[in-house]
């Protein structure tokens, strides 16, 4: 039996009015392009690049020097979460850390299109499949979906859910993807629990990305990055509003399993394979139709 409590069923579409598409080239591990950019949902990929073209190498000094102000209490930043990121700063190669497990997932992506879109005794590749979930595009105008291979009825009757599974979670089952669902774009239930359980056991058996244990996830990565800017300001001396100071973590966090909700400085009390993000717009919405309680 799943211990997801949570259940979701959204209407989401399948795009016909697109069709299908034939793949044409990935940027990172977790953005393949078609006739449009596609952001897959429920994912997180370590960063290739951030912010912009920038390489995460060169910010090795500058997450050292995150961990020296957080240690010396000058981060606006609560205990909890300062204990649980401190340690993965400081080691000294956070951004290099970083920019090689996006290159591996990115390798990985590509060997699981060219493995899954290949048809038996055929030189053709597969389309691809896509379904957005509530919300179609992101702030970059990138399409929200899963995307899948474009396998025929007669193969699905064949095919286990596993067997004919979506990118997204074949990338969070082989450890180069955190689980990433942001409300309201949640994937149907029966799908939340395959993310749930391959998260979770890649997590476990130190698949991937987790065979470090400082490793950053995505998120947090892009996290710290605003949190040194922040900080930089404060020691320059700036004035900044307790808004502008928290501005680097701005989602609340649910667990999966439990229905408890935290505040966005709290994350890290849900086990990573469990979290549900909330964007602070729609954490009332979320609370109500979700049945959410207080974490403790």
């Not at 960063?47 to 390489?55: I, Q």
């Not at 590509?110 to 005794?121: H, I, S, Y």
């Not at 997204?168 to 359980?197: E, R, T």
Request: net charge neutral; aromatic share 12%.
């Amino acid at each position: 039996m799943s211990d997801v409590a949570i259940f979701w069923d959204p209407n989401g579409f399948e795009l016909d009015s697109l069709g299908s598409k034939s793949f044409d080239r990935i940027t990172d591990g977790d953005t393949p392009y078609v006739s449009m950019s596609i952001r897959m949902l429920s994912i997180d990929t370590p960063e290739v690049h951030y912010p912009g073209n920038s390489n995460p190498e060169r910010h090795d000094d500058k997450f050292e020097q995150l961990a020296d102000w957080i240690e010396q209490g000058k981060a606006p930043i609560k205990s909890g979460l300062a204990e649980h990121i401190q340690p993965k700063l400081a080691t000294g190669n956070a951004g290099t850390l970083q920019r090689q497990q996006g290159k591996d997932a990115t390798d990985v992506f590509n060997q699981l299109l060219d493995e899954k879109l290949k048809k038996p005794g055929s030189s053709r590749k597969r389309r691809i499949f896509l379904r957005a979930a509530d919300e179609y595009f992101d702030q970059y105008g990138r399409l929200l979906a899963y995307v899948a291979p474009n396998y025929t009825s007669k193969e699905r009757e064949n095919l286990t859910l596993q067997e004919r599974a979506t990118f997204n979670l074949l990338m969070i089952n082989n450890g180069w993807a955190a689980s990433f669902p942001i409300f309201p774009s949640l994937p149907k239930y029966h799908d939340l629990v395959l993310l749930q359980d391959g998260a979770e056991k890649a997590f476990k058996n130190k698949l991937g990305a987790w065979q470090n244990e400082h490793t950053l996830t995505g998120y947090e990565f892009r996290m710290c990055y605003r949190l040194w800017e922040i900080t930089r300001k404060l020691e320059q001396g700036k004035k900044l509003s307790g808004r502008e100071r928290s501005a680097y973590v701005s989602r609340y966090c649910t667990d999966m399993t439990t229905k408890e909700i935290f505040s966005p400085q709290e994350y890290f009390k849900v086990p990573v394979y469990n979290r549900i993000f909330i964007w602070s717009e729609d954490v009332n919405d979320a609370v109500s139709r979700m049945n959410l309680v207080p974490g403790k």
